[in-house]
C-alpha cells in the first residue's frame, strides 16, 4: 500500500482503492491496434489482456493517477515525476471542438473501471471506448498544464491546473 499527501495537503492511501483513477490516451491506443489488429479485451485468450496491460510496457503512456475525495484534487506520478493538478475554479466558456490538438483522454476512478471491464470483454478497445457510455472524456492541453472534462454534449464540465511538479531522484 502507497501513501501520498494531495495538492491540499490531505492524506490518501491506496489501500481502499479510493483515490486510484484509470487513465489513458485514446490517441495511444489508436496505434497500438494498427499494430495489434486482433487484440481483444478481457477474454482470456493468448490475445487478449487488460487494458491497462497495454500501457505498461511504455513510459510515456503508464501513468499513475489518485483523485483527491476531500479537495478534489489530482496527482499524477510519471516515470521520475509527480505532477499536481487544482480543480479550476472558473471555467472559460468553450467546448471541446476549441481545444483542437489537445490529447483525448478516457478516466475512470477504480470501481467506474470494474464497470467498464465487465463491459469491454472480448471487444477490441476503440470499440470498447467508442460503445461505452462515458459520462465524461477528458482533454489535455499538449503542456499537460490543463485539463478539461468533457461532457456528452460537447461542453466542459470542469477542469484542472497543474499547480506543481516534482522531480524525484534516485537518491
Known amino acids: 500500500m502507497a501513501h501520498a499527501i494531495c495538492p491540499n495537503g490531505h492524506t490518501m492511501w491506496d489501500g481502499d482503492g479510493k483515490p486510484y483513477v484509470w487513465a489513458f490516451r485514446i490517441g495511444f491506443i489508436r496505434e497500438y ?5 486482433d487484440f481483444k479485451l478481457g477474454d482470456h485468450n493468448r490475445l487478449s489482456r487488460e487494458l491497462y496491460d497495454l500501457v ?3 513510459s510515456d ?4 493517477c489518485w483523485y483527491c475525495d476531500e479537495c478534489k484534487g489530482l496527482i499524477v506520478f510519471f516515470d521520475n515525476y509527480r505532477f499536481d493538478y487544482k480543480p479550476i475554479e472558473s471555467i472559460p466558456e468553450i467546448n471541446a471542438g476549441q481545444l483542437e490538438g489537445w490529447d483525448d483522454y ?5 470501481n467506474d473501471f470494474s464497470d467498464f471491464q465487465e463491459f469491454y470483454v472480448g471487444k477490441n478497445p476503440i470499440e470498447a471506448i467508442e460503445e461505452y457510455d462515458f459520462k465524461y472524456m477528458f482533454k489535455v492541453c499538449p503542456d499537460k498544464n490543463k485539463i478539461y472534462a468533457v461532457n456528452k454534449e460537447g461542453g466542459i464540465s470542469f477542469g484542472y491546473y497543474r499547480s506543481k511538479v516534482y522531480e524525484f531522484t534516485k537518491d
Open 61 to 64: 503512456e503508464d501513468l499513475d
Open 33 to 37: 491496434m494498427k499494430s495489434h489488429p
Open 56 to 58: 505498461e510496457n511504455d
Open 106 to 110: 478516457i478516466a475512470l476512478r477504480d
